[in-house]
């Protein structure tokens, strides 16, 4: 009887303790940074096009020595601006071949 007493005392008392147990949640929010490799735009990494030679109608009425000027002239520039240009796409280039490089080997990890 004693035994049976205990048992019911015991019963009774985990029974209470179960009811005024209170669960808890907690919301714990996870931040992964995700790395995004946008590339420009292709008309930024390209060439640049040669422009135009001098206007036909002023080269062909000029003399001989004003043509060559005309032509010395349009040719310093356009190497100059070619030169000029292409170093900035390449520049633009090696950086684009950078960026992915370092963007493929943070997405491994």
Same mark, same amino acid.
């Given at each position: 009887?004693?035994?049976?007493?205990?048992?019911?005392? #015991?019963?009774?008392? %985990?029974? %209470?303790?179960?009811?005024? /147990?209170?669960? /808890? !949640? +907690? !919301?714990?929010?996870? *931040? @992964?940074?995700? /790395?995004?490799?946008?590339?420009?735009?292709?008309?930024?990494?390209? $060439?640049?096009?040669? $422009?135009?030679?001098?206007?036909?109608?002023?080269?062909?009425?000029? $003399?001989?020595? !004003?043509? +060559?000027?005309?032509?010395?002239?349009?040719?310093?520039?356009?190497?100059?601006? #070619?030169?000029?240009?292409?170093? $900035? @796409?390449?520049?633009?280039?090696?950086?684009?071949? +950078?960026?992915?490089?370092? %963007?493929? *080997? /943070?997405?491994?990890?």
């Amino acid at each position: 009887m004693k035994n049976f007493k205990l048992s019911i005392a #015991l019963f009774v008392m %985990f029974a %209470f303790a179960g009811c005024a /147990t209170k669960v /808890t !949640t +907690e !919301t714990v929010v996870v *931040e @992964k940074i995700r /790395t995004v490799f946008v590339e420009p735009p292709s008309s930024f990494i390209e $060439d640049c096009a040669v $422009d135009a030679p001098p206007a036909i109608s002023k080269y062909i009425e000029s $003399d001989w020595p !004003t043509k +060559e000027a005309l032509l010395v002239v349009y040719a310093r520039n356009q190497i100059s601006n #070619l030169n000029k240009c292409n170093s $900035d @796409k390449k520049g633009l280039r090696n950086w684009i071949k +950078e960026q992915k490089q370092i %963007f493929q *080997e /943070t997405a491994k990890e």
